[in-house]
């Protein structure tokens, strides 16, 4: 796979019915390894480990109603009293970060109310905090670490 802009981590590899699977450390199981898959398993290492998030505090791939359509957020961050942290949308290293894609992080935040929002491709990381007031994002330089 693809050298992404993340540090190195060590991962879990298997094969099945000749497609390569990727364990994942949240849903404890292996997952098909597609592209996007790859930045997912980066991008939870490094909210895990660079960032001092707890496993026990991230969500992956679930879905969520928004109007009248079902959708599936990549990852979610929950504060200890069940608030969402951080939102995070991942696509494959292939696909260019657009207003288009902060677009569509937006309107899951509509319903899940999260203070940060990360948008990556596994070679650009974009971070937002939410201004829900003014209606708009700031962007940061980095993702805030867990608060103890």
């Known amino acids: 796979m693809l050298k992404l802009n993340f540090p ?5 590899f ?7 699977l990727i364990f994942d450390v949240i849903r404890k199981k292996f997952v098909v390894l597609t592209p996007e898959e ?4 980066h991008t ?3 909210l895990l480990s660079e960032k001092k998030y707890p496993a026990s505090l991230i ?13 599936r957020y990549d990852i979610v961050v929950y504060n200890n009293d069940g608030s969402i942290h951080l939102i995070v949308e991942c696509k494959r290293p292939k696909v260019s970060i657009t207003q288009h894609t902060f ?12 203070t940060y ?10 971070y937002c ?6 209606e708009r994002y700031i962007f940061l330089k980095e993702l805030p670490a867990k608060e103890r």
Do not use: C
């Not at 190195?8 to 879990?12: A, L, N, P």
């Open 8 to 12: 190195e981590y060590q991962f879990r």
């Open 14 to 20: 298997k094969s099945n019915e000749n497609k390569p």
């Open 38 to 41: 790859w930045v997912r398993q």
């Open 44 to 46: 939870l290492q490094f």
């Open 59 to 71: 969500n992956v791939e679930k879905q969520l109603q928004l109007h009248n359509t079902i959708k």
């Open 103 to 114: 677009d569509q992080i937006a309107r899951y935040n509509l319903t899940l109310d999260a």
């Open 117 to 126: 929002l990360m948008v990556t491709n596994g070679i650009e990381h974009y």
């Open 129 to 134: 905090q939410m201004d829900m007031e003014a």
